[in-house]
Each structure stands twice: as C-alpha cells, then as structure tokens.
C-alpha cells in the first residue's frame, strides 16, 4: 500500500462514522498529514453540518504547518454554496499546498469543479486514490446524481427449495428469517430512505416496516395499492412514519396521514415511482415485496444490490422466490449480492452497507 493510499484508506474508515446521518449528502473522511504524521481528522457528520475537510482543519492545533501539509479526502472537495461554504475555497484560503483526492464528485454542481478550483490557485491537487473503494463507499449518492433513480435493494427469505411462502390456511406468514438475520434486515431499512410493498404484502402481512430490531430511524414507507382497497386499520397508516401510496385514484382520497401519489396503471409503473422518488430525493429504496413485485424490479433491471436469507426450512409448495440470473448476480456470501454493473461499476467489498 503507497502512502497515499494509507492515508485515504483512513479517511474511508472516518467517513463510515457518518452512517445513517449525511444523507442526502456522501459519507466523505479527510486527513491532514504534516512531514508524514497525521495532524487533523475529520469527517462529515450530520447532513446540514460542516463537511470532513473543515472538521479536519479545525481539528489541527497549530494552523500555521498547515502550508507545509497535505490534505487526504475520499470525495473532491466542494466548490459551490449549499448548506456551507465550499471546502475548495477553505483549502485555498488555508494556503495548503498539496490535495489527494479519492474520487470525483458526481453531483452536477461540483462535478470536477472543486479540482479545477485547487488548481488555478496553484494548489498540487493528486485524483483517484483507492478510486473504486470510494466511489463503493458513496454508491447510493452516486446512483441517484448519475442513474436519476435511488440506489435499489431487494429483500427476501426464501426455503431451501425456493419458496418465499407457503398457502396459507391460518392468515399468517410462515417465519423463515432467524433472529440475527431479522436484525439485519432491520439494519438494512435504517440505512435506506424508503422501502417499499405492494398490496397483498401489506394486506396479508400488515408490516409496520419499521426498524424496531434496529438504531435508526424507519425509512419513508411506500405501498402500491391500485384500487384504494387496503384496509385504513394497517400499520402502515398509523402516521408512525411518512407513508406514500402509489394508486390510480384521484377522487376521494380516503383521510389518513398518507400521501396519495396518482399513476398512470396503463403503463409500466416502475419509471413512473422512479421518477417520483427523484423528485422527492429519495437516494436508497429497500423493496421488501413479494414475488411478483420483486421479480419486476428484476425483469426491469431496476435493481442494484439483492439481500437474500436461504434457509434450510423446505416449505414444498407456496409462492416461489424471484429468479435472478447467475449472469447478473455476483455473489459475496449466501446473505448479500451485489449486481454485475455496467454504467455505474462499484467492485469494491461493501459487506452489509
């Protein structure tokens, strides 16, 4: 491992401290290294908050060998005003002479933008260091700024013998999911915007969709019902949780703390809700429906990691699992896939991010 890769390699691990807290903003760490010895630390917190390079600065005891130091950070430094000023004018007002950078910013407004900035004013700026672990880190932010769609993960438990259900005789879901996986995938929906069902999961599970066996807030919930025919008694309409149902009516809405989101049925609905959830910046969409929703999401390419229990139970007969093709599925472990990308590649190893 060079020297530059050491030190951004540690701002990657700074950068995971901010988990469920930047959105819609990246995770980003930033290291300042003087005469090979680290100096100041940072990274970005909370969302609306000072971004890693000024948390970094500040953390640094003495600001005068900041001019006779380097700055590390895992994504380009900002140059344009949002929520802060930009780091790009920070770094240069600093008089720091040297920038390594991880990966470029895909957001439209910096975009490149930031290096240009450091380089007009003479600054040594050195892009793409440990560029693919980066850009991993960052895959949900750089899906939706460059696909104009969240980053998509679809869940399921499904038998050994490839059923996700049984015919149900009691009303009740047959369990597949242990304990310990239940917890992950609680941890799953605290680290996504939103999560999404359709009408016969929610009419027959009644989820509540929420991260109870999990830290973190519950995701926003959307629900696909057509007709309006779901139950108003669901937990998803107990105002717990900013809920969105996706339907082709226009008229007499029923009273609920639910958003109303009209759609055209007549046609393919998934680049409608893709288009909605932009809008809304919605950046991650966990799919937590049955078969025949999943399977879209699948048949439409529309999807970007897969979350799949395989347990040992056989169930013999029920609703089978949706198919992903081995052509597309690159598996990490029996729990966790990762789609083989084409326009958007991120190969480096996430775990259960």
């Keep these: 491992m060079t020297k530059n890769e050491k030190y951004i390699s540690r701002c990657l691990q700074l950068a995971r401290y901010g988990i469920s807290n930047t959105a819609p903003n990246p995770m980003v760490g ?16 909370r969302y609306g908050e000072a971004h890693a390079e000024v948390n970094a600065i500040r953390s640094v005891k003495d600001p005068n060998i900041l001019k006779e130091s380097t700055i590390y950070v895992s994504l380009e430094p900002c140059s344009h005003y949002g929520k802060t000023p930009p780091c790009a004018d920070l770094i240069i007002e600093k008089g720091i002479p040297r920038v390594v950078i991880g990966c470029i910013d895909p957001f439209s407004m910096v975009a490149g ?61 047959v369990r597949l999911s242990s304990t310990l996986t239940s917890m992950l995938a609680h941890r ?17 599970d009644n989820p509540s969709l929420s991260t109870r066996d999990w830290y973190g807030e519950s995701p926003i919930r959307l629900v696909i019902d057509k007709d309006l025919t779901l139950s108003q008694n669901l937990q998803l309409f107990d105002g717990k ?20 989101i009209p759609l055209d049925f007549s046609t393919d609905i998934l680049p409608q809700i893709m288009e909605v959830l932009y809008r809304n ?4 969409l966990l799919v937590e429906g049955g078969s025949i929703l999943s399977q879209s999401f699948i048949d439409s390419g529309l999807w970007d990691e897969a979350f799949i229990e395989k347990t040992p139970q056989h169930l013999s007969d029920g609703v089978k699992a949706p198919f992903i093709s081995s052509s597309h599925f690159e598996s990490d472990t029996i729990l966790f896939g990762r789609k083989i990308r084409h326009a958007v590649r991120f190969t480096g190893k996430t775990g259960f991010l």
């Design 30 to 45: 930033a290291v300042i290294v003087h005469h090979d010895t680290i100096i100041g630390e940072g990274y970005h917190i």
């Design 113 to 173: 933008r930031g290096i240009e900035k450091l380089r007009k004013a003479g600054i040594e700026v050195t892009v793409g260091v440990l560029e693919e672990e980066c850009r991993c880190l960052i895959k949900r932010f750089i899906t939706f700024n460059t696909l104009k769609r969240p980053y998509i993960t679809l869940k399921w438990a499904e038998s050994a013998d490839g059923f996700i259900d049984k015919k149900r005789t009691d009303g009740k879901p």
């Design 281 to 284: 910046k919605i950046q991650s």
């Design 241 to 260: 949780a900013r809920t969105l149902v996706f339907t082709r009516r226009t008229d007499n809405l029923p009273d609920t703390p639910a958003e109303y």
């Design 188 to 204: 799953k929906r605290a680290l996504n915007d939103a999560i999404l069902v359709g009408r016969r999961t929610a009419w027959l």
